[in-house]
């Protein structure tokens, strides 16, 4: 399932970089934007700095993105639809493999895996890109219109799969725990640390195969209590 955003097409001109190069540079900059937006935030950031990092003219930045807030928004984009569309296969794979026979723990971890794998196999390019979803996820002034813009689609197929899973749910029962799930689990891949001091070591931020199977428990049997307490 395609994300609703759609960046435009700059037009080449006089001066533009080989094709190759282009490639290779048009990576390097989304790569070190992405770094620095994690690390500092939006604005936090200038195309300089973006520009200094990568190793290329400032002007490069604009031939290729325009301003900084459409560079940011290629940066999400790059990452937002792999993710996207690799959640949305998994859930028609998991209800094509058990109709009738769903349960709300396996949606979810249809839903969030593919978030796990990359946050332990993507390197730090996809710890960048979590880290920085993880912000703007609490980003009062503009996070939720920009969730809205990368993240709804597959958002809501998650909705209705556990509408189909758990077909008692009121949906605004649904809507209200998967703003909870969300929570969970961008706390879990940002890695902070904070559980490594909370539990005096006992777990770590970094051990997510930990977190993975006991996150999705935690986030389905909040749901089913929800339906079950609303039913009652």
């Known amino acids: 399932m395609p994300t609703v955003v ?57 031939y290729y993105f325009g301003a900084k807030r459409e560079l940011f928004d290629a940066v999400l984009l790059r990452r937002a639809e792999i993710i996207n569309d690799e959640r949305a296969r998994a859930m028609t794979a ?31 390019g996809w710890k960048n890109f979590l880290n920085l979803v993880a912000q703007i996820n609490t980003t009062p002034a503009w996070g939720g219109e920009v969730m809205h813009r990368f993240f709804d689609p597959v958002v809501r197929q998650l909705i209705e799969t556990l509408g189909r899973a758990l077909p008692d749910a009121d949906v605004r029962d649904l809507y209200w725990c998967y703003q909870f799930l969300t929570g969970s689990m961008m706390i879990t891949v940002a890695e902070t640390g904070r559980i490594n001091q909370l539990s005096d070591g006992l777990c770590l931020a970094s051990d997510l195969e930990s977190a993975r199977q006991r996150l999705y428990a935690y986030c389905a049997a909040g749901f089913e209590a929800v339906v079950r307490k609303n039913n009652a």
């Open 6 to 62: 759609k960046l435009r097409t700059r037009n080449p001109g006089r001066g533009r970089p080989s094709k190759n190069a282009g490639i290779d540079l048009k990576q390097a900059i989304l790569d070190s934007a992405e770094g620095l937006f994690a690390r500092h935030g939006f604005y936090g950031v200038t195309t300089r700095q973006v520009a200094s990092e990568a190793g290329v003219d400032t002007a490069l930045i604009h």
């Open 94 to 124: 998991y209800e094509a493999a058990h109709p009738g026979t769903m349960t709300a723990e396996g949606v979810i971890a249809a839903f969030i895996d593919p978030v796990i794998e990359h946050a332990l196999t993507g390197g730090q």
